[in-house]
């Protein structure tokens, strides 16, 4: 398997806005600085709703986000997210190919329990094999 690459990610972070925007849900915001005094940024935020997500790209090829420094780092970034009241949700390019239609299910649910107008939702399934998890009890 190739390195990833920057743009690698850039290819997965376009393939998540083109389903959040298929899908009807409000526009997130991109690289988002959510604190002033630090260098975090979150990749996609809904900082309305204080939701934000992550693609993390290069989880099998020891990328930025498995090695130490970068996991500590990251550890540290979501530490202060969930202190200053953000919740999130981290996707692998896996995630993201296999099972695009859940990913995308999972942040309306999110969004919605934060107070979202999800109105203009339109749920769309795109999963490659077994249940989707909105709208469905488990036992």
């Known amino acids: 398997m190739s390195r990833a690459t ?11 806005a083109f389903l959040v925007r298929v ?3 409000p526009a997130p915001v991109r690289q988002f600085k959510f604190l ?5 940024r979150f990749d996609f935020a809904w900082p309305d709703f204080k939701v934000f997500v ?18 500590a780092r990251d550890c540290e970034k979501y530490n202060q997210a969930a202190l200053n009241g ?11 190919r296999d099972d ?11 969004l919605e329990e ?10 769309v399934e ?9 709208g469905t009890e488990e036992n």
């Open 100 to 110: 695009p239609s859940g990913c995308i299910s999972r942040v309306a649910t999110l």
């Open 86 to 96: 953000w919740v999130g949700l981290r996707f692998t390019s896996d995630m993201l």
């Open 54 to 71: 992550e693609i993390e790209g290069g989880t099998w090829i020891g990328g930025r986000h498995v090695r130490p420094a970068g996991y």
């Open 36 to 40: 002033p005094y630090r260098r975090f």
């Open 126 to 134: 795109t999963r490659r094999g077994g249940d989707s998890e909105r």
């Open 114 to 123: 934060r107070g979202a107008d999800l109105s203009g939702f339109l749920e």
């Open 23 to 25: 899908c009807g849900l």
């Open 6 to 16: 920057k743009k690698d990610k850039r290819a997965l972070e376009d393939e998540f």
